[in-house]
Every structure is written in structure tokens, then in C-alpha cells.
């Protein structure tokens, strides 16, 4: 099938504006905590591999979750299930950063639920999971209703 769109048109046509906004902040989310994982990789493995590879995880779930996302209706498999595995990531390494702070000598993306992020990490999945449960459906704007032709 052959895609007929221009450069930079939208990829659904009918994307909410919540849904773009979701977009560009899980976009946003993913290049930081690439970058983020990237460099502390590159120069600190070794002080806390099992934090930083954590990182990168991240990272990669919000590249997965972000395409997703992007794609609207034909990508709404993906971003339910990058979202959801985010959701469990995030509580679960917030809870064991927590409750055993020595096994996270350097903080992930997710320790603390986000802390390092003020939070965000833990509210943007459920948002998101909020905007997919509202279906492709609610996504796209109504159908316009046919002009009514004048009475006889």
C-alpha cells in the first residue's frame, strides 16, 4: 500500500490533541533517558550496571511506546503493551528502589517512581493507558452529518 501523505502530515488523521501531546512527551522521555542511559554506560558501567541497563530498558520502552503512539489505531497493540510493561517497570524498580536502596547505588529513571523526573515516569503511563482505553473511535473526530436538503 502506498502512502500518499506529505512530509510531516499527521500519521492518523483524526489524532486528538491529547494524543499528540502524549506523543511528543514520551518521545521527549525516550531521548532523554536514551541519553541518559548512554552516558552512564559509557563511563560508569561499572558502578551500577543492573541501574544503568535499567535505563536503557526505559529508554527503549518509551521508543516502543512512542511509535506506538504515533501510529494511532494501527499501532495501538504496540503502545498497549509498551505502556503496560512501563506501568509494571516503574512500579515495581520504584518499589525495590525503595525498599532496598542498596541494590540501586545510582538511581534509574524509575527509582522512586520517577522522583529524579518529579513524578512523571508513574503518571505518563496511566495516562496513556487512559487515552488508549478511550478506543480509535473517541480518537477521530465525529462524521459530519449529511446536509439536509430543503423541503419541497
Do not use: H, N
Amino acid at each position: 500500500m502506498r502512502d500518499d501523505r506529505g512530509l510531516g502530515a499527521p500519521a492518523e488523521q483524526g489524532a486528538s490533541g491529547p494524543g499528540r501531546v502524549l506523543v511528543a512527551v514520551y518521545g521527549t522521555f525516550a531521548l532523554a533517558a536514551g541519553a541518559r542511559a548512554a552516558v552512564q554506560l559509557a563511563t560508569r558501567f561499572d558502578e551500577a550496571p543492573v541501574a544503568y541497563l535499567l535505563s536503557a530498558f526505559a529508554a527503549a520502552v518509551y521508543v516502543v511506546a512512542t511509535v506506538g503512539l504515533a501510529r494511532g489505531a494501527r499501532g495501538r497493540r504496540l503502545a498497549l503493551i509498551a505502556i503496560t510493561v512501563e506501568l509494571v517497570g516503574v512500579l515495581a524498580v520504584g518499589t525495590l528502589s525503595l525498599a532496598d536502596p542498596a541494590a540501586f547505588p545510582d538511581e534509574t529513571v524509575w527509582s522512586a517512581y520517577g522522583r529524579g523526573y518529579y513524578f512523571v515516569p508513574l503518571v505518563l503511563p496511566v495516562l496513556g493507558l487512559l487515552l488508549l482505553r478511550r478506543g480509535p473511535a473517541a480518537q477521530k473526530s465525529p462524521p459530519k452529518s449529511p446536509p439536509k436538503s430543503p423541503p419541497p
